[in-house]
Nanobody, 116 residues
Framework: QVQLVESGGGLVQAGGSLRLSCEAS????????MGWYCQVPGKQRELVAR???????INYADSAKGRFTASRNNNNMLFLQMDSLKPEDTAVYYC??????????WGQGTQVTVSS
């Protein structure tokens, strides 16, 4: 199994930046993809950015393109650099990891709040 722990959320003014980190532990070699998702109360969890392990390809939600940058190190860390933040980016951000069977594991989430 894989365990995920996020960090780096907080309160920031509009236009500011935050950097989220996700540390994976356990059977990290089973991970085929990792990603960042966000969720606000009453809505479904939505994709922010997702990386594929083998190809290194990164997919972004339209709302994240040009402002957010996802990256991974060679081992077990996933990052999300969030720039030019907007109040509508306010959400709980989750790190997720999937195995080859498409089963997803989630971290506990980290709150990002952007004030206007």
């Amino acid at each position: 199994q894989v365990q995920l722990v996020e960090s780096g959320g907080g309160l920031v003014q509009a236009g500011g930046s935050l950097r989220l980190s996700c540390e994976a532990s356990g059977n990290i070699f089973s991970i085929s993809a990792m990603g960042w998702y966000c969720q606000v109360p009453g809505k479904q969890r939505e994709l922010v950015a997702r990386t594929l392990r083998l190809s290194g390809k990164i997919n972004y939600a339209d709302s994240a393109k040009g402002r957010f940058t996802a990256s991974r190190n060679n081992n077990n860390m996933l990052f999300l650099q969030m720039d030019s933040l907007k109040p509508e980016d306010t959400a709980v951000y989750y790190c997720g990891a999937s195995d080859n069977g498409g089963s997803w594991t989630w971290g506990q989430g980290t709150q990002v709040t952007v004030s206007s």
